[in-house]
């Protein structure tokens, strides 16, 4: 039985496979339609989330599945004390397959060893997200024809953002990926990412102004400052506006830049950005109910 806990759980084939069949499936959905009939999937969310769960629901029922499951743990028995393991053992009882997200870094690894179904991870605290990665991958892979040889830059909070850690993560494996790093200080890169990054060799810089790098990006990978992961207020309200992409700031981008962002944005793109043909990040949604369908096949073994 396979998960997906960390996005190196994948190899790169098997990446690279997941894109081939989304696109298969956004060039035949009528194919698609029943394939799943019978299955059921269980998204287990015990953070907020819209895009995420949404997709993961419309992807299951895109399939011909059916979908149950809970949006806050208010709503389910951990509010009780449950473990994970148990929830996750009793929802393995009435589903197929669990995608789940929760505030405690390393609670869908726990899970993933006592469950008897293919568990997903949906984020994990400030860790991972690996399947906003493959959404990501999905798309700059049908912007950009390719997935190595190129410059991107991540902006934002690269200290708690868990896209930004599986995206590096990912990227790592292709060919000639330059990563530039744009963040105030203190929400660099975590020092095991930056490890991780300089065991792979590849080629990185730090920088505080997106205007001094604009030029040379192929991506713009924006972030939002995750305010539920701060210890105090006061420090979310003094970062929270760091970086705010307008036009002006794209005076200098390359024409065939694309600016992706995971979503939810609060600050960070001015919304006049949202017209410019450089702005990805609604495809970027799309994209991520395909690739959830691919990935679903993939788990359930039957693609
Ligand atoms: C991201 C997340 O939950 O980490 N959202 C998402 O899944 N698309 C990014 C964020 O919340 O800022």
């Not at 698609?32 to 995420?52: N, Q, V, W």
């Not at 892979?141 to 934002?156: A, F, P, V, W």
């Not at 105090?232 to 700031?249: F, S």
Request: charged share 30%.
């Amino acid at each position: 039985m396979r998960h997906l806990i960390n996005i190196t759980d994948f190899s790169v084939d098997e990446i690279n496979e997941l894109i081939d069949i989304a696109n298969d499936i956004i060039d035949n959905p009528k194919d698609y339609m029943d394939i799943c009939h019978g299955k059921i999937l269980a998204t287990l969310f015990f953070e907020p989330s819209t895009r995420t769960r949404l997709s993961f629901t419309s992807a299951m029922m895109s399939l011909g599945g059916q979908v149950l499951g809970f949006a806050e743990a208010a709503s389910s028995s951990a509010a009780k004390g449950e473990s994970v393991s148990d929830t996750v053992r009793t929802v393995g009882c009435y589903s197929d397959i669990i995608a789940m997200r929760h505030p405690k870094e390393g609670a869908p690894l726990i899970a993933s060893e006592r469950t008897t179904v293919p568990i997903i991870n949906a984020g994990d605290g400030g860790h991972f997200h690996p399947t906003q990665t493959l959404t990501d991958l999905l798309t700059i892979s049908r912007e950009k024809g390719r997935l190595d040889n190129m410059t991107i830059g991540l902006c934002g909070d690269l200290c708690f953002g868990r896209t930004v850690h599986s995206l590096i993560e990912a990227m790592l494996r292709y060919d000639n990926i330059k990563f530039v790093l744009i963040s105030p200080h203190e929400l660099r890169l975590p020092k095991y990412m930056r490890e991780t990054i300089e065991a792979a060799g590849a080629q990185w810089k730090e920088v505080e102004r997106m205007e001094d790098v604009m030029e040379e990006l192929d991506i713009l990978y924006m972030t939002r400052v995750q305010r539920e992961r701060f210890f105090n207020e006061e420090d979310y309200v003094r970062l929270k506006d760091t970086y705010i992409l307008d036009l002006d700031k794209l005076e200098k981008a390359k024409e065939d830049l694309a600016i992706l962002h995971p979503l939810p944005r609060v600050n960070e793109i001015a919304v006049e950005v949202d017209d410019d043909p450089r702005a990805k990040y609604f495809d970027q949604v799309l994209c991520g109910r395909y690739i959830r369908m691919a990935l679903i096949l993939r788990l359930l073994g039957i693609k």
